[in-house]
């Protein structure tokens, strides 16, 4: 399926199909010419000497084939020294599209250009936690670390305001997740998308299709092959439909992979394989710190968005110095996140690569002064601010050699103090700094900084160097400095004082070459600080044993992800994700105790709301009358009186005293009502063995009426909930028995196959609800069955059985291909709830291959295998399932033709479908038909009261929409050409997929004088030539 950018790709050239050999009509007239020639140069003389002829045409124009040749120019000029001769041949390369193109109207051939390229904006990220630099000082001058010498080393000495840094539940991985996907929102958010101007239609691609490239910079890797891009992509897939087209890997050499990031970007939109997309260049780095060195600790991230036009745009000429130096690395096996490197050494190669790059862009730029032709200084920042104020003084003596004093201090105060606001807060942070500070200047002078220059030099050890230069066009997207500290940088910060960042800073150091690893930095200093988790921040949930990384947006704070945003490589790859990470633990700094509020009162509330009859309240109030609201007249209000007699529509918790039997109804049972056993304190209790799914869920009954549900109060429940009920609702809601080994099912819960375990009620005041498991004993375990729904049987239940020729746990079944193909998906012991289904590659899919993924046993299959075949094919559709592995991973589907008979083709059935059903989401209703007579199909539908228009639901008519369904399969949709259709409309009836939003209404048209409650039977007609009409009477 093509990407929104390759559809309107196709759209740029109209010239594509074979045209009819016409071409375009000449005129034979030329260009008239004015007689003047082109003005003269200094010397005196004219480049061309017109002769009033201009050019002359031959009348032919192009020849639409494509290929046929004709003198498209010819014209002739005379001058003083010579003659300019204007003249050529063209081959056509694109063939027309068979029409002639009327006299006078110009073709446009779609061209993209790229100009004034450059950066739009950056996205920065910083970890939460930060520390004040003068409490370091204080916190090191202890006799126990270095002592009083060390005060002043970091404010005064390296510059430092503060630091931040991380612990062990993000890394630079998270770091690039999160940054790219905030600057996607924020480009949402702002509406500053300007991809239109550059596309075909002018609309602007949506922002999940907006980046057409992405490169990563780098030297804190995390995989020597898995690219850190790669995981970005994630964002894209998920939330843009599949998206996939995005350029671009990871850079890396040591702080210079994130400009070489930049520089990749940057040469491809300014490329001719530029698409009109943005690109993003992310630099994402933690700088960590052992116990004794946390002052020079530093992380951050940025993400650059680079496009034409750009308010920053790259300007005049770049330098590059790269060497061989053995500065600083880190060697592949290393046994330290940190590097091996020599401190005094790394920095003169840092000052040498500045020296090559000034000397090299001076020659560039003609032997100017750099100083003359730009106004702002960023630098790479090396370890902190007296790296980069040495490097802009080892460059102000390069050029001012002369300059002394406060003429030194007020040029770096007016042309680097700008570039460092933020480093000063964050602390070296390798391959983002240049970007960093390159943010710092655009967000400290705004709108002062117009038309003026940047000159920026990055840097990274071992060794590679790039100074170029940034011209400020515009105002880029960014908040003013003090707005952005305010908005991003300190909102939802959390200060830690030095004793306390040391050890869960520590901890993330201590992950390096960590396999089978789940964070636990947060839970282990201050559970607290988990409820400071950022809700658009991903965090690190797990390393597995082969060291796959996994994230998720929010941490074990968030939600599990919606359900429209899984991909089916979560389940094909086994990945885990939030519900494996455990619950979040209750924050008891923020939990607010209502003293007035008992747990009593708390479950009667609750129990009341979810039993609340809304409709049979509406009974409880009489109606006064409807008046002119006082205040906006044109608005009517109706006022309701209660009655005195009204009735409680919620059930009460309180036992009634009367003596009760009590039913537990499990999968383990098939959902079939077994009685519990009363002890002598007045509970009850039932013993069931764990089947092999290794969990069950179930609810209870009282006396055994269906209508008096006992059931928890939300979905898939663990013990120890609120009970609701004895109630007529809850049809969704079980208590779930989760055995299986999960990071959120208790140790003494985990059990195998055969395992007892004991449910217990009580209800004195309250009810309750637990369960245990008993130890030590195991019972038998019932022999599941295996069923499959498929297209012949109308998605019937049909059983599958044991494969006696193949080892036990395979079981099949053999079925014909006819018109209606062959469809399936699996279910255990009637059970709908335990489907087991294949994973669509893509979102929208519904039916796959034999090679797609199996999910399941759950309530969420919606997928069906689809088996590619022949007509009057026989198949054998065989599944595999281990007893003893509950994941998916122990499944197997398959199936091989084994034969080819004459077509048996079924005879058709109909089904009855609307809001009766929930358009057959909850069931179809079969339409009947004579004996041995297919021609001729009834049903019967119910009227009810409803609107018409959703969009006016106050506006309700006595009606019942409805359509028919073919076999179950939405493929075979028989529905009218128009919507709201009636009986006496003029219609065609046709039967396709595309009947979605196309139905009959019933009571639509006065004539069916339709009232609620009233039966009407709906006959289908289908002639022999195949033509059906749908007609319904009383």
Same mark, same amino acid.
């Given at each position: 399926?093509?990407?929104?950018?390759?559809?309107?790709?196709?759209?740029?050239?109209?010239?594509?199909?074979?045209?009819?050999?016409?071409?375009?009509?000449?005129?034979?007239?030329?260009?008239?010419?004015?007689?003047?020639?082109?003005?003269?140069?200094?010397?005196?003389?004219?480049?061309?000497?017109?002769?009033?002829?201009?050019?002359?045409?031959?009348?032919?124009?192009?020849?639409?084939?494509?290929?046929?040749?004709?003198?498209?120019?010819?014209?002739?000029?005379?001058?003083?020294?010579?003659?300019?001769?204007?003249?050529?041949?063209?081959?056509?390369?694109?063939?027309?599209?068979?029409?002639?193109?009327?006299?006078?109207?110009?073709?446009?051939?779609?061209?993209?250009?790229?100009?004034?390229?450059?950066?739009?904006?950056?996205?920065?990220?910083?970890?939460?936690?930060?520390?004040?630099?003068?409490?370091?000082?204080?916190?090191?001058?202890?006799?126990?670390?270095?002592?009083?010498?060390?005060?002043?080393?970091?404010?005064?000495?390296?510059?430092?305001?503060?630091?931040?840094?991380?612990?062990?539940?993000?890394?630079?991985?998270?770091?690039?997740?999160?940054?790219?996907?905030?600057?996607?929102?924020?480009?949402?958010?702002?509406?500053?998308?300007?991809?239109?101007?550059?596309?075909?239609?002018?609309?602007?691609?949506?922002?999940?299709?907006?980046?057409?490239?992405?490169?990563?910079?780098?030297?804190?890797?995390?995989?020597?092959?898995?690219?850190?891009?790669?995981?970005?992509?994630?964002?894209?897939?998920?939330?843009?439909?599949?998206?996939?087209?995005?350029?671009?890997?990871?850079?890396?050499?040591?702080?210079?992979?994130?400009?070489?990031?930049?520089?990749?970007?940057?040469?491809?939109?300014?490329?001719?394989?530029?698409?009109?997309?943005?690109?993003?260049?992310?630099?994402?780095?933690?700088?960590?710190?052992?116990?004794?060195?946390? %002052?020079?600790?530093?992380?951050?991230?940025?993400?650059?968005?680079?496009?034409?036009?750009?308010?920053?745009?790259?300007?005049?000429?770049?330098?590059?110095?790269?060497?061989?130096?053995?500065?600083?690395?880190?060697?592949?096996?290393?046994?330290?996140?940190?590097?091996?490197?020599?401190?005094?050494?790394?920095?003169?190669?840092?000052?040498?690569?500045?020296?090559?790059?000034?000397?090299?862009?001076?020659?560039?730029?003609?032997?100017?002064?750099?100083?003359?032709?730009?106004?702002?200084?960023?630098?790479?920042?090396?370890?902190?601010?007296?790296?980069?104020?040495?490097?802009?003084?080892?460059?102000?003596?390069?050029?001012?050699? &002369?300059?002394?004093?406060?003429?030194?201090?007020?040029?770096?105060?007016?042309?680097?103090?700008?570039?460092?606001?933020?480093?000063?807060?964050?602390?070296?942070?390798?391959?983002?700094?240049?970007?960093?500070?390159?943010?710092?200047?655009?967000?400290?002078?705004?709108?002062?900084?117009?038309?003026?220059?940047?000159?920026?030099?990055?840097?990274?050890?071992?060794?590679?160097? *790039?100074?170029?230069?940034?011209?400020?066009?515009?105002?880029?997207?960014?908040?003013?400095?003090?707005?952005?500290?305010?908005?991003?940088?300190?909102?939802?910060?959390?200060?830690?004082?030095?004793?306390?960042?040391?050890?869960?800073?520590?901890?993330?150091?201590?992950?390096?070459?960590?396999?089978?690893?789940?964070?636990?930095?947060?839970?282990?200093?201050?559970?607290?600080?988990?409820?400071?988790? &950022?809700?658009?921040?991903?965090?690190?949930?797990?390393?597995?044993?082969?060291?796959?990384?996994?994230?998720?947006?929010?941490?074990?704070?968030?939600?599990?992800?919606?359900?429209?945003?899984?991909?089916?490589?979560?389940? %094909?790859?086994?990945?885990?994700?939030?519900?494996?990470?455990?619950?979040?633990?209750?924050?008891?700094?923020?939990?607010?105790?209502?003293?007035?509020?008992?747990?009593?009162?708390?479950?009667?509330?609750?129990?009341?709301?979810?039993?609340?009859?809304?409709?049979?309240?509406?009974?409880?109030?009489?109606?006064?009358?409807?008046?002119?609201?006082?205040?906006?007249?044109?608005?009517?209000?109706?006022?309701?009186?209660?009655?005195?007699?009204?009735?409680?529509?919620?059930?009460?918790?309180?036992?009634?005293?009367?003596?009760?039997?009590?039913?537990?109804?499990?999968?383990? %049972?098939?959902?079939?009502?077994?009685?519990?056993?009363?002890?002598?304190?007045?509970?009850?209790?039932?013993?069931?063995?764990?089947?092999?799914?290794?969990?069950?869920?179930?609810?209870? *009954?009282?006396?055994?009426?269906?209508?008096?549900?006992?059931?928890?109060?939300?979905?898939?429940?663990?013990?120890?909930?609120?009970?609701?009920?004895?109630?007529?609702?809850?049809?969704?809601?079980?208590?779930?028995?989760?055995?299986?080994?999960?990071?959120?099912?208790?140790?003494?819960?985990?059990?195998?196959?055969?395992?007892?375990?004991?449910?217990?009620?009580?209800?004195?005041?309250?009810?309750?609800?637990?369960?245990?498991?008993?130890?030590?004993?195991?019972?038998?375990?019932?022999?599941?069955?295996?069923?499959?729904?498929?297209?012949?049987?109308?998605?019937?239940?049909?059983?599958?059985?044991?494969?006696?020729?193949?080892?036990?746990?395979?079981?099949?079944?053999?079925?014909?291909?006819?018109?209606?193909?062959? &469809?399936?998906?699996?279910?255990?012991?009637?059970?709908?709830?335990?489907?087991?289904?294949?994973?669509?590659?893509?979102?929208?899919?519904?039916?796959?291959?034999?090679?797609?993924?199996?999910?399941?046993?759950?309530?969420?299959?919606?997928?069906?295998?689809?088996?590619?075949?022949?007509?009057?094919?026989?198949?054998?559709?065989?599944?595999?399932?281990?007893?003893?592995?509950?994941?998916?991973?122990?499944?197997?589907?398959?199936?091989?033709?084994?034969?080819?008979?004459?077509?048996?083709?079924?005879?058709?059935?109909?089904?009855?479908?609307?809001?009766?059903?929930?358009?057959?989401?909850?069931?179809?209703?079969?339409?009947?038909?004579?004996?041995?007579?297919?021609?001729?199909?009834?049903?019967?539908?119910?009227?009810?009261?409803?609107?018409?228009?959703?969009?006016?639901?106050?506006?309700?008519?006595?009606?019942?929409?409805?359509?028919?369904?073919?076999?179950?399969?939405?493929?075979?949709?028989?529905?009218?050409?128009?919507?709201?259709?009636?009986?006496?409309?003029?219609?065609?009836?046709?039967?396709?997929?595309?009947?979605?939003?196309?139905?009959?209404?019933?009571?639509?048209?006065?004539?069916?004088?339709?009232?609620?409650?009233?039966?009407?039977?709906?006959?289908?007609?289908?002639?022999?030539?195949?033509?059906?009409?749908?007609?319904?009477?009383?």
């Amino acid at each position: 399926m093509p990407s929104p950018v390759e559809d309107r790709m196709s759209q740029m050239v109209d010239g594509q199909a074979k045209g009819d050999g016409k071409g375009f009509k000449g005129e034979g007239k030329g260009f008239k010419g004015d007689g003047k020639g082109l003005k003269g140069g200094k010397d005196g003389k004219g480049f061309a000497k017109g002769d009033g002829k201009g050019f002359k045409g031959d009348g032919k124009g192009f020849k639409g084939d494509g290929k046929g040749k004709g003198e498209f120019m010819k014209g002739k000029g005379k001058g003083d020294g010579g003659e300019m001769v204007s003249s050529g041949k063209g081959k056509g390369k694109f063939k027309g599209d068979g029409q002639m193109v009327p006299a006078g109207q110009q073709q446009v051939v779609y061209q993209r250009q790229s100009r004034n390229a450059g950066i739009h904006t950056i996205e920065i990220y910083t970890p939460q936690f930060w520390f004040e630099q003068t409490e370091m000082e204080e916190f090191d001058a202890r006799p126990d670390r270095y002592g009083p010498s060390v005060i002043g080393k970091y404010t005064k000495g390296i510059g430092q305001i503060q630091a931040r840094f991380n612990t062990d539940d993000e890394d630079p991985v998270s770091f690039c997740m999160t940054v790219v996907h905030r600057l996607l929102e924020r480009i949402e958010e702002k509406g500053f998308n300007e991809t239109g101007r550059y596309q075909p239609d002018g609309v602007a691609l949506g922002v999940y299709h907006a980046i057409g490239r992405i490169d990563v910079g780098t030297e804190s890797i995390v995989d020597r092959s898995k690219s850190m891009k790669s995981y970005v992509m994630d964002i894209f897939e998920r939330y843009g439909d599949g998206e996939s087209n995005v350029e671009g890997v990871d850079q890396y050499n040591a702080c210079y992979g994130g400009q070489a990031a930049g520089l990749a970007v940057l040469s491809w939109v300014e490329s001719d394989r530029w698409d009109g997309r943005y690109g993003i260049a992310v630099a994402t780095d933690i700088s960590e710190a052992h116990p004794f060195f946390i %002052a020079f600790v530093g992380a951050a991230t940025t993400a650059t968005l680079f496009f034409p036009d750009a308010p920053l745009a790259h300007h005049s000429q770049r330098a590059t110095c790269i060497l061989h130096r053995l500065d600083f690395c880190k060697p592949v096996g290393w046994h330290d996140m940190a590097p091996v490197t020599d401190g005094k050494y790394s920095v003169e190669c840092y000052l040498d690569a500045l020296d090559s790059c000034y000397k090299t862009l001076r020659k560039k730029v003609n032997d100017r002064e750099l100083f003359q032709i730009t106004d702002y200084n960023v630098f790479h920042t090396g370890g902190g601010y007296h790296i980069v104020k040495k490097a802009f003084e080892r460059l102000l003596r390069n050029e001012r050699p &002369e300059c002394r004093g406060s003429e030194r201090e007020e040029l770096t105060a007016l042309r680097l103090h700008p570039s460092c606001h933020i480093l000063k807060r964050v602390g070296p942070c390798h391959t983002v700094s240049s970007f960093l500070n390159t943010a710092s200047v655009a967000m400290s002078q705004m709108q002062e900084a117009l038309g003026k220059v940047i000159m920026v030099f990055t840097y990274g050890s071992g060794c590679a160097a *790039t100074m170029y230069q940034l011209r400020i066009d515009d105002i880029a997207y960014f908040d003013p400095l003090e707005v952005w500290f305010l908005k991003r940088f300190y909102k939802n910060s959390v200060k830690m004082n030095p004793g306390d960042a040391i050890p869960i800073h520590n901890i993330y150091v201590e992950t390096w070459m960590k396999f089978e690893y789940k964070p636990f930095g947060r839970q282990k200093e201050n559970p607290d600080l988990l409820h400071a988790l &950022e809700e658009d921040v991903y965090y690190l949930g797990e390393i597995d044993k082969f060291g796959r990384r996994f994230y998720h947006r929010g941490g074990i704070k968030a939600r599990p992800l919606d359900k429209k945003y899984e991909l089916p490589a979560d389940t %094909a790859e086994g990945r885990p994700t939030r519900k494996h990470w455990g619950p979040l633990p209750e924050d008891k700094k923020n939990k607010i105790e209502d003293k007035l509020t008992t747990v009593d009162e708390k479950r009667r509330q609750i129990e009341y709301d979810m039993t609340f009859d809304h409709e049979a309240e509406e009974g409880n109030y009489m109606e006064i009358g409807e008046f002119n609201d006082t205040y906006r007249r044109d608005q009517k209000v109706k006022i309701l009186k209660p009655l005195p007699d009204r009735k409680q529509h919620g059930t009460t918790i309180e036992p009634d005293g009367l003596q009760h039997s009590y039913q537990i109804v499990g999968t383990w %049972a098939r959902r079939q009502s077994q009685e519990m056993t009363q002890n002598s304190d007045g509970s009850w209790y039932f013993e069931f063995t764990l089947g092999e799914n290794r969990w069950e869920e179930f609810y209870l *009954t009282q006396d055994g009426d269906k209508k008096r549900r006992i059931y928890p109060h939300v979905e898939r429940a663990a013990k120890d909930g609120v009970a609701v009920g004895p109630h007529d609702g809850g049809q969704s809601h079980f208590w779930f028995l989760d055995c299986r080994e999960r990071v959120d099912v208790p140790a003494d819960q985990m059990g195998v196959p055969g395992d007892r375990y004991r449910v217990t009620f009580r209800w004195k005041k309250m009810k309750e609800l637990t369960w245990t498991k008993l130890q030590g004993e195991v019972g038998e375990v019932d022999r599941s069955q295996y069923f499959i729904a498929g297209s012949w049987t109308d998605f019937e239940l049909e059983e599958l059985k044991p494969d006696t020729s193949r080892r036990k746990g395979w079981y099949s079944t053999e079925v014909q291909m006819t018109s209606l193909g062959l &469809e399936f998906k699996l279910v255990r012991n009637e059970d709908y709830s335990q489907a087991i289904y294949p994973v669509p590659t893509k979102r929208e899919d519904r039916t796959c291959g034999k090679h797609a993924a199996i999910n399941g046993p759950d309530a969420s299959g919606a997928t069906f295998w689809k088996v590619d075949g022949v007509l009057g094919g026989v198949y054998r559709i065989a599944f595999f399932r281990d007893a003893e592995d509950c994941e998916p991973a122990g499944m197997r589907v398959e199936w091989t033709k084994i034969d080819d008979r004459p077509i048996v083709e079924l005879e058709p059935t109909y089904y009855l479908v609307g809001p009766f059903n929930d358009w057959g989401q909850k069931d179809m209703r079969k339409m009947r038909h004579p004996p041995g007579d297919v021609s001729v199909f009834t049903g019967e539908v119910e009227i009810e009261e409803m609107a018409p228009d959703e969009k006016s639901p106050e506006k309700k008519k006595f009606m019942m929409p409805f359509k028919i369904v073919q076999h179950k399969m939405p493929t075979r949709c028989v529905h009218p050409d128009k919507d709201k259709c009636t009986q006496l409309m003029e219609h065609k009836v046709v039967m396709d997929d595309k009947g979605k939003d196309l139905s009959w209404h019933i009571g639509a048209h006065p004539a069916d004088k339709a009232k609620k409650g009233d039966v009407f039977s709906v006959k289908l007609q289908i002639a022999p030539t195949g033509a059906m009409t749908i007609s319904w009477s009383k």
